[in-house]
């Protein structure tokens, strides 16, 4: 399996308050991406990163911002949390963007917004 | 904006049955397609990578096929074990923005009954 740790596993949350998930790859991946899970819609990318310090946008990316510092991690913020965040957070990490690549995800991060 | 859609949403089929999910695509300007499988309360695991030059992939008793014309793919499973009840995600690799990402579609969840 691909070194990959997500932290917090399970966060229960308030409504306005500042939320950090934090992405961990011992891979040494140029590419890191922050995905969340929700019924009916599959995963949706929120963000990005295709290097330290590069980052863009996803499809759903209103409400979050993210930041890389080092190449091993990656940063997922909620400046102030809704209950429409309230979802299951994935980071997934690729080699490279080929076409023979993959993407390796991480375990989840399960965030309730109350 | 590529849309994904897996048929049927939900599967039932008991123990040793070859069976088929089935995964659509509206945009046929792609990279590649992933099969995914996730068990409940888990990430995704990479099952099989088709490039778009490619026409199947091949893993075991699970066969890919890609028809990129006709915008599907499907997954074939053969002989059917327990061991395979879980979630199978399609995703396709589109080009957009800085790095290619991967859209989704909702998932098949297979149960394989004793």
């Known amino acids: 399996d691909a070194g990959i740790t997500q932290s917090p596993r399970h966060k229960v949350t308030e409504t306005g308050t500042p939320v950090t998930l934090r992405c961990h790859q011992t891979?040494?991946?140029?590419?890191m991406y922050w995905y969340r899970q929700d019924p009916g819609h599959g995963l949706r990318l929120i963000h990005y990163?295709?290097?330290?310090?590069?980052?863009d946008k996803g499809e759903v990316s209103d409400g979050y911002s993210v930041s890389r510092s080092k190449t091993e991690d990656f940063l997922l913020t909620l400046e102030s949390a809704t209950s429409s965040q309230t979802s299951v957070y994935f980071c997934?990490?690729?080699?490279?963007?080929?076409?023979?690549?993959?993407?390796?995800f991480g375990p989840g991060t399960r965030l309730t917004v109350l | 904006k590529q849309e994904v859609t897996q048929i049927p949403a939900a599967l039932s089929v008991p123990e040793g049955e070859n069976l088929v999910l089935n995964c659509s695509f509206t945009?046929?300007?792609?990279?590649?397609l992933q099969w995914f499988r996730q068990d409940p309360g888990k990430g995704l695991t990479s099952l099989l990578l088709?490039?778009?030059?490619?026409r199947e992939q091949t893993s075991g008793r699970l066969n890919a096929s890609l028809d990129k014309s006709s915008g599907r793919s499907t997954l074939y499973i053969a002989a059917s074990q327990p061991g395979d009840s879980a979630t199978y995600l399609c995703?396709?690799?589109?080009?957009?923005?800085?790095?290619?990402?991967?859209?989704f579609g909702s998932g098949t969840q297979l149960t394989v009954l004793p």
């Open positions: 997934a990490i690729s080699e490279s963007t080929g076409g023979e690549n993959t993407q390796y």
């Open positions: 891979e040494n991946h140029r590419y």
């Open positions: 990163s295709y290097g330290v310090k590069d980052t």
């Open positions: 945009d046929s300007a792609i990279y590649n």
């Open positions: 088709i490039q778009s030059s490619q």
């Open positions: 995703a396709t690799g589109d080009s957009s923005g800085s790095a290619r990402q991967l859209t």
